[in-house]
């Protein structure tokens, strides 16, 4: 039996509360069921399988405290094969991810298999082993979130003690089906791997050299090193923004404690905004809501001279952002690159850095929903899907039965039927499968008009069986493996 879960994002605290991350009681209880699951089938080995960005290196503050040469993307030869992260970037990435694990220490020794240390607002309860003799394997595949795992060995070390993982560059977890980027499991018929590799913004090496995505077959273990420009937005522009409001509101001194705070945590869900381009348009949504009709709700009780000053700082606070970020030799560099490639991305990100300092925030919504809606007509399916249908090879073990390609990454959990290839050399079968494994996260979505926006906590995990473990009991055999995803949601905004 295999269970897979992804997209926990185990933060710092910094960028945002510690009190969003996922709650250990969530994982007591995906623990019990996934345990109550196992003996009922009377399986015989249970992976855990952690699909990627289960640690976020990225949504911390600390990188905005040191000098930006010694932040990952602070020289732009990071874009190229053979680069490798100084001394200094190394080190604020193990300080960082220590800082993720001091923070999460409950939750995270509940999916490691120890006994957890209560923590505020959880007490853990008795019982929670898996059945006797079973054993469990916990399986870590890094994504673009967590990506700095492969750049130092001591972070490494600090993810895997954490999690309880094993190695997954070892010649036992080959054996196994089990790759550093990528699960190969025919008793599963299973190909999993976080996803990002198809995902332009969050993988560098998505474009090989012209116009037509890698296959993520042909990748290397260095295209996995070289920096993508979603990081440097995640933490330049998003994080930045939050971190400037502190300090703006501190300055001004016109707003009382309460008021900073409230500010602070509404605006800090700029977090959890998906896709990311949605952000730049989210952020002008909150920032009305802030200032004009969701202050009462709020309970900020802001005078008007309060809106008008926190409106000026938000404004204030996006175009020096914008600029900033347009002048990193970095950004620079990939602009540069990235305009012989045939790839839309740099013109998406002209469009917004130019909104965020030159227009208002009703045209920047309209603007960006409008690009956004002609990217849905022109690719209807997301990149992600269109990657599993180019999975050229699935494993397989038995005649018959479904065949799984499992992502994470989008924080959209799916089932998607793939269409059989009929040319190219491809394997792809009637019965075959995408299926992605969500989020643990809350989750911001824009309404159809591109102007508002809902808010809702996710959970989703997936389990496969191999097909000895799916029999019922009778003379009915089912041939192949078998699979349940269970998504629940739960709205509290």
Not at 270 to 294: C, G, H, K, N, S
Request: hydrophobic letters at 40%.
């Amino acid at each position: 039996m295999l269970v897979i879960v992804s997209d926990f994002h185990f933060s710092d605290g910094t960028a945002v509360p510690a009190n969003w991350n996922v709650n250990p009681r969530g994982i007591e209880l995906l623990l019990r069921d996934v345990y109550r699951q196992a003996a009922r089938k009377g399986v015989k080995e249970l992976y855990l399988v952690l699909l990627g960005d289960m640690f976020d290196s990225l949504r911390s503050e600390a990188w905005l405290q040191v000098p930006l040469a010694e932040r990952p993307w602070g020289d732009p030869q990071a874009l190229h094969d053979g680069y490798e992260l100084s001394a200094a970037t190394r080190q604020h990435a193990r300080r960082i991810t220590e800082s993720i694990i001091a923070q999460n220490r409950a939750a995270l020794d509940l999916l490691a298999g120890r006994p957890p240390a209560p923590a505020p607002g959880y007490e853990p309860e008795p019982g929670l082993v898996p059945p006797a003799g079973l054993p469990v394997y916990r399986v870590f595949i890094p994504g673009n979130h967590d990506r700095l795992y492969l750049c130092d060995p001591q972070v490494r070390r600090l993810t895997r003690e954490a999690l309880g993982s094993i190695d997954e560059t070892s010649a036992e977890a080959a054996a196994q089906g089990i790759f550093p980027h990528h699960l190969l499991m025919p008793r599963y018929g299973l190909l999993a791997r976080h996803g990002h590799e198809y995902d332009p913004w969050n993988f560098e090496r998505h474009h090989g050299g012209g116009t037509a995505p890698l296959f993520a077959t042909e990748l290397t273990a260095a295209d996995y090193l070289q920096v993508p420009i979603g990081d440097p937005i995640t933490t330049e522009l998003v994080v930045g923004f939050t971190r400037k409001i502190r300090q703006y509101l501190q300055q001004a001194g016109k707003f009382r404690p309460e008021q900073r705070a409230r500010t602070i945590a509404r605006i800090q869900r700029i977090e959890d905004v998906r896709p990311t381009m949605a952000a730049f348009r989210w952020v002008f949504y909150e920032t009305e809501r802030l200032t004009q009709t969701d202050a009462a709700a709020e309970q900020l009780e802001l005078s008007e001279a309060q809106q008008l000053l926190l409106r000026d700082l938000m404004g204030t606070a996006l175009r020096e952002l914008s600029i900033a970020f347009a002048e990193m030799p970095f950004y620079n560099a990939w602009r540069d690159l990235h305009n012989h490639l045939g790839c839309d991305v740099p013109e998406q990100i002209d469009l917004a850095l130019m909104a965020l300092r030159h227009t208002g925030p009703r045209m920047v919504a309209r603007v960006l929903g409008m690009w956004d809606s002609l990217a849905a007509l022109v690719r209807p399916v997301d990149s992600l899907a269109q990657g599993a249908a180019r999975e050229p090879n699935l494993p397989i073990q038995y005649p018959g039965g479904m065949r799984f390609v499992v992502y994470g990454h989008t924080h959209e959990p799916l089932e998607y039927a793939l269409p059989r290839r009929r040319k190219h050399g491809g394997n792809l079968r009637y019965g075959d499968l995408y299926l992605n494994s969500g989020t643990w996260r809350d989750r911001v979505f824009a309404a159809a008009d591109g102007l508002d926006f809902a808010r809702w906590r996710s959970a989703t995990y997936i389990i496969l069986y191999a097909e000895d473990e799916n029999q019922p009991s009778g003379d009915l055999r089912r041939i192949g493996p078998a699979f349940d995803s269970w998504t629940g949601h739960r709205a509290n905004d």
